[in-house]
């Protein structure tokens, strides 16, 4: 499969952006070899500047659940877009969206609009810190809530991708206000509480860790999380960027009945579009200017375009609820890799939550990051680079969830399964 206009454009783009790229996953640089350039999309398929059609697992990262570009969503955006692009001003678009979410996420009962996943954790932060009264924040290896100065520590895939799980640049003085645990590992959260329970602002939590690949959470863990925070006065934070809207309408706190203190959510709450909100109990967030003293402001929050392509996101999801037929359409589909993995002796786990999913080349349960770690990452990167030859687009990267939306037809998953298979025949052992 040629490549060439994919090559010049990477070329080119490497005299422009940093490393070639918006974001570092997308270099490859986990699985090598020359990222593609995307053209379009369309439903569960993009296609590259060489005009290859690839069947996309990406999807965004997530955030398109709906497939790429459906006609109400296109509908919306042009509609939206004729009236104005942005106003600086509040709209009657932000209140329709405010309060899809505030009915999904009762929890939050008063929130923000704000332009991407990492806006919403950093604020959340910083809220959680005033309304406590206290500096430390709790995060779990592997767990990745964007690049947010205190929480890129062991931070989970595009860190992880390459081999620098702390960035640089971030003060050691606010690095020593996060504590790492093991994610799952609950008598590690105890003994920490036991320790300084009384200087913990929050916890932060992916309720399923998606940024390490899928990693469920063990029975009981989030309940526990949620005890161990209200009897010492600290926060419980939902990190349910990737699974708000994904798992279930009302995410993963609807799944496991845990009501958290804050939500952040992003990805599909805007339908591909830069959105992203975080919310809570009324008595924190009112700690927000204007009506309190935490600043947190965005000349592009709440965007009438973004908005509106939020707003057609949610009202198909819920007049369609989709979630049951895509967890049975995920779990057959990983079902069947199973079954093709099994027979050409390949050892592979795959953990999956709803139509959430990732293929880990390792032959022991994936339950934490030492577990991810221990997976065949070599294996991972022949795997992800046949497939692509074959026309399908899996995460660039060993370390991260892939995702199957509304258009992935049983069809369009029997051609990716079989290439899947010829694709498992050909590696070597693992
Ligand atoms: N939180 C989680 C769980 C994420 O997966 C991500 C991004 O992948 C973020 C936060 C950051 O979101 P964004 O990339 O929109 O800044």
Not at 66 to 87: C, D, E, M, Q, Y
Not at 130 to 150: L, M, P
Not at 186 to 214: C, K
Not at 216 to 240: Q, V, W, Y
Request: charged share 20%; aromatic share 8%; proline share 5%.
């Amino acid at each position: 499969m040629t490549q060439k206009k994919s090559e010049l454009l990477f070329k080119k783009s490497q005299d422009v952006f940093v490393g070639g790229v918006n974001s570092p996953v997308r270099s490859f640089k986990g699985v090598g070899g020359t990222p593609r350039f995307i053209t379009r999309g369309q439903g569960p398929y993009v296609w590259d500047a060489d005009g290859h059609r690839l069947i996309d697992f990406c999807g965004s990262w997530g955030a398109s659940v709906l497939g790429h570009i459906p006609n109400v969503l296109a509908a919306a955006i042009a509609r939206t877009a004729k009236r104005g692009l942005s106003f600086g001003a509040p709209t009657e678009l932000e209140l329709e969206l405010g309060q899809l979410i505030q009915k999904a996420f009762p929890s939050m009962a008063r929130m923000r609009l704000v332009s991407s996943g990492t806006e919403a954790v950093m604020s959340a932060l910083r809220v959680a810190r005033a309304a406590t009264q206290r500096e430390v924040i709790v995060k779990f290896s592997g767990g990745y809530h964007g690049h947010v100065d205190s929480l890129l520590v062991k931070a989970g895939s595009g860190a992880m991708t390459l081999s620098s799980p702390d960035s640089a640049g971030i003060p050691a003085s606010l690095a020593q206000k996060t504590r790492v645990l093991p994610y799952n590992d609950l008598e590690a959260v105890r003994e920490l509480f036991r320790r300084e329970g009384q200087s913990i602002a929050a916890v932060i939590v992916e309720p399923i860790a998606a940024n390490m690949g899928v990693v469920s959470p063990k029975e009981g863990f989030l309940e526990e999380l949620r005890a161990l925070t209200t009897a010492n006065n600290a926060l419980l934070i939902f990190d349910e960027v990737i699974t708000g809207f994904r798992v279930t309408y009302g995410g993963a706190q609807t799944v496991f009945k845990v009501t958290p203190d804050m939500t952040c959510l992003g990805k599909i709450v805007g339908g591909g579009m830069p959105l992203a909100a975080y919310g809570g109990r009324r008595d924190i967030m009112e700690w927000v200017a204007p009506l309190g003293p935490v600043y947190q402001a965005g000349t592009l929050a709440g965007n009438p375009v973004a908005v509106a392509a939020g707003i057609a996101t949610l009202t198909t999801l819920k007049a369609r609820s989709p979630y049951k037929a895509l967890e049975k359409m995920t779990a057959w589909f990983t079902g069947e890799i199973e079954e093709a993995a099994r027979e050409a002796g390949q050892s592979i786990r795959i953990n999956r939550v709803g139509s959430m999913w990732t293929l880990f080349f390792n032959n022991a349960p994936v339950v934490d990051l030492t577990s991810v770690q221990r997976s065949n990452t070599d294996l991972y990167a022949a795997f992800f680079h046949s497939l692509l030859e074959r026309g399908i687009y899996l995460p660039p990267s060993a370390f991260e969830a892939a995702f199957i939306t509304t258009t992935h037809t049983r069809a369009i998953l029997k051609r990716a399964l079989s290439a899947i298979q010829k694709t498992f025949s050909k590696l070597p052992g693992s």
